[in-house]
């Protein structure tokens, strides 16, 4: 009888332990949380990043530091590790900052014979955009052309030679005279390209207001000046100065940068602007970084940066630009991979470092903060990955610079075996001289080795910095592949024995 039930219990816990659950494999695993990866949570997260709550985010206010906070909540709650200052997800610097109160005010005065002015009003954002960094009051002035608004004596060249511009309005263009950014002398020109060099240098002539042809959208990125009033025009207004000249802003432009003289003059007509701003100077914002540390002794010290600035535009009075593509796309992409790869349990042997940066759209004042005070060396970054508006489309691509192009193979097979979207995959394109506009460009202006991810064949309309990018704007589906993309590749590079730059 004792031999029965011996047998009988040897059987049962031989059938227990065949119907328990095989060990999962590193593939298994790998791909049990590639696929928890969703379109709708990465909506969820986009309607919630986007939403009136936060403002349109811009860098230093109160709404763009609770977006901040949300998603260091989201790291902690996954179990990603704070990497930023004092053991926190944060890594602070000081941001002054502006808050548009209400759109305010653009007219042109047109005087009639019979000495009656006629009034045209211009409205917002249709016609023009008000300065988001503008100073407040309100000024009636003519108005003078001074082509791109640049006083550069060693190179023999002065916008505002031979006209007056105190007290007066300045028409300006964007850019410099010398267009190829990939010729050496550009670099001679490019710090007269800044938005911030154009403000300053109107009001050290003495300007009171100043209408940039910067399109009629949103444009944080100036200086800001006391009293002094800025606003971005479109297409009407500029063209309601020139008419009846016998001039032209584009064959102005043209022939300024064929003979590289000046052509600026006093447009006779009289325009009124207006703002109504609101100067915060003890403003601070932050970038948010977490952490997945590396599981090899030997190569931990090594990292992986991704990237996205998670700042936006703000709300000019009720202009609300909500940052949907520009660039909530990217930090949700960045999300979605990181709680992948935190919730796999999968050992990584190098270290990979989730950056969400502050203050892009004010000056790329994140990653210049970051590059300056890097939780990582550059001698131990493996590369750093920008990603900005990257969730509109059918299409992946993937660029690196030139010295780490062998990169780009990791995302290339990981698309090819899993994701299988068409992808675009090129390198850098030599020396770059005019001035840097994302973030990646200032990781490598630092030295740093600088990767891009983005998405290609748009399916949406593009509203850059203005009201219709909100959470909208985007196409999920493609960023879900992006975040699957993003945790595939660096699962592969964090692993590799060796890395093939």
């Not at 710090?191 to 399109?215: P, S, V, W």
């Not at 090899?296 to 630009?321: M, Y």
């Not at 506009?437 to 600088?450: I, K, M, N, Q």
């Amino acid at each position: 009888m004792r031999t029965l039930l011996l047998t009988v219990a040897i059987s049962l816990l031989a059938a227990f332990t065949s119907s328990a659950p095989a060990q999962q494999t590193d593939e298994q695993l790998m791909l049990k949380h590639f696929h928890s990866i969703s379109s709708e949570e990465i909506a969820g997260w986009m309607a919630e990043i986007c939403s009136p709550e936060y403002n349109g985010r811009l860098a230093g206010t109160p709404e763009y530091l609770a977006a901040a906070e949300w998603m260091a909540a989201k790291f902690r709650e996954w179990g990603i590790k704070p990497a930023g200052d004092n053991s926190s997800y944060f890594q602070w610097f000081d941001h002054p900052y502006t808050v548009v109160n209400e759109p305010g005010e653009l007219k042109l005065q047109i005087p009639q014979k019979d000495g009656v002015t006629i009034v045209k009003d211009y409205k917002a954002p249709a016609d023009f955009y008000p300065g988001m960094n503008s100073g407040s009051g309100e000024v009636t002035a003519e108005v003078v052309w001074v082509g791109y608004g640049t006083t550069a004596p060693e190179l023999n060249y002065d916008d505002y030679k031979n006209v007056d511009v105190r007290g007066k309005i300045v028409l300006m263009n964007r850019d410099v005279p010398f267009k190829d950014v990939r010729d050496p002398d550009y670099a001679k020109w490019v710090k007269y390209c800044y938005h911030q060099y154009k403000t300053e240098n109107a009001a050290r002539h003495g300007a009171a207001g100043m209408l940039y042809i910067d399109g009629n959208s949103a444009n944080p990125n100036i200086s800001y000046i006391e009293n002094m009033i800025v606003t971005g025009i479109g297409p009407e207004p500029l063209s309601d100065i020139f008419a009846g000249l016998g001039k032209d802003n584009k064959a102005l432009l043209d022939q300024v940068d064929k003979t590289l003289k000046p052509a600026s003059f006093a447009t006779g007509k009289v325009m009124t602007m207006k703002a109504n701003t609101t100067r915060h100077p003890e403003g601070r914002t932050c970038n948010v970084a977490g952490m997945i540390e590396g599981t090899d002794p030997g190569l931990k010290d090594e990292v992986i940066i991704i990237g996205g600035h998670l700042d936006a535009v703000g709300n000019a009075g009720g202009l609300l630009v909500a940052g949907g593509l520009d660039n909530a796309s990217g930090v949700i992409d960045i999300m979605a991979a990181a709680k992948a790869l935190a919730a796999s349990g999968i050992k990584m042997k190098r270290t990979v470092l989730f950056l969400l940066i502050g203050g892009e759209e004010v000056g790329l004042l994140g990653s210049k903060h970051y590059t300056k005070n890097p939780i990582f060396t550059r001698e131990k970054t493996v590369t750093y990955i920008n990603l900005d508006m990257v969730g509109n489309g059918t299409g992946l691509a993937v660029s690196a610079s030139e010295s780490c192009q062998g990169l780009m193979e990791h995302f290339k097979n990981a698309n090819e075996k899993y994701i299988h979207r068409p992808m675009k995959v090129s390198a850098s394109r030599g020396v770059f001289y005019g001035r840097p506009r994302s973030d990646g460009l200032v990781f490598l202006a630092d030295g740093f080795r600088t990767m891009n991810l983005s998405t290609t064949d748009g399916v949406k309309p593009v509203y850059y910095h203005l009201p219709g990018d909100d959470a909208t704007s985007v196409t999920p589906e493609i960023m879900e592949d992006v975040a699957k993309l993003i945790y595939l590749s660096f699962i592969d590079m964090a692993n590799a024995e060796t890395l093939n730059y």
